[in-house]
């Protein structure tokens, strides 16, 4: 007989490989019932994925944070979902900050009395960035009262604008000497408590000094204020005063451009001497976007900003009647603060209307007129 024909072994079968499968999220024991066993349905499938912001589940509380717009219209805590709904104008409160510049309450340049923690609290109750800074005060603190006062500081998100330059540069020489051996203590008193611009103007005119003796006398006084400053490391800014019926009142005009304030400058020849930038000079002065592009972020040690009253050529401005930022369109706020933002300026800029309207109202309602318009006014900083 025939042998039967056996039909050859199969090959051994290879595991095919599987791509695992997402485990399913891990699904907390209730209370209720008991766990699942083995050979039971599947779970409930996880939620669907979305590719940004993952399961579409709430979202935990985002941690509290300090919004850093200008106005306090974020919530102190939010769902992703309660985010998305949120306004755009919203979405800016956490978006970085659109300039390095600050919003500076100087109180008595809009004829507001307030002593240094009057001044803080002021800032903080009306939106205000920056507060000047009184070395009288300072200086009579001891160590543990200034550090809880910067610690305040801190805490209400405010920091130091300017200091004035208490030393009288533009009368005799004895007056001179005198106050500049106060000056060194009142620097010392800054440089502890973390502020770090002095500031002061220039006359632009005078009676008895022509203009080359004038630059030169300037030159002498504040080189040694600055030297004094420096040591504390504090910059100085000096302002040009431009409208022409001021420097013109005088038998001999003096520095009232930014031209010639960089000549002053030039004269006095220490490195950490710059500019206090007014819109209201820059304007009087005839001066273009050009000239402040002439500058960079480090000549310009603090900023003013105002508006010009209409119905008088720029020749015919009086300098004690201005306008607070915004109000007449008279000058081009946009086109200066958008400017000096583009060079980097990181400069305190407070408002200083001389306004007549403005020092008789009551300091509350003066504070706020005042935030509003330079609000409005960092509004166009694109």
Sequence with gaps: MPRPRLR?????????????RAAPPTIPRSSKGPARRRGSPDPPRAPPVDRFFGPSVPSPPIMRYTPLSRSNTMPATCTRRALLALPAVAGYAIAAP?????????????GVKADQRQALDYAHRFGYEAIDAQAGFLSGLDAAQLRDFV???????????????????????????????AFPAQCAALQRAGATRVCTWISPNSNDLPYLANLRMHARRLRECARIAGDHGCRVGLEYVGPKTLWSARRFPFVHSMKQMKELIAEIGV?????????????????TVADLKSLTS?????????????????DEQIDSERELPMATGVIDVGAFLNTLNELGCDAPVRCEPFNAPLRQMAPEAALAATATAMKKAFDLIR
């Design 8 to 20: 050859p072994a199969p090959p051994p079968r290879t595991p095919v490989p599987s791509t695992p």
């Design 98 to 110: 659109r300039t390095k510049m600050t919003i500076h309450l100087s109180a008595g340049s809009i």
């Design 151 to 181: 610690a305040e500081m801190k805490a209400k998100n405010i920091v130091w604008g300017t200091a004035g330059l208490a030393v009288d540069f533009r009368t005799s020489e004895e007056n001179f000497i005198r106050t500049l051996g």
């Design 271 to 287: 490195g950490h001497v710059g500019f206090v930038l007014d819109s209201w000079h820059w304007f009087t002065a005839n001066e």
């Design 298 to 314: 480090w000549d310009i040690v603090s900023v003013d900003l105002n508006d010009a009253p209409k119905g008088r050529t720029v």
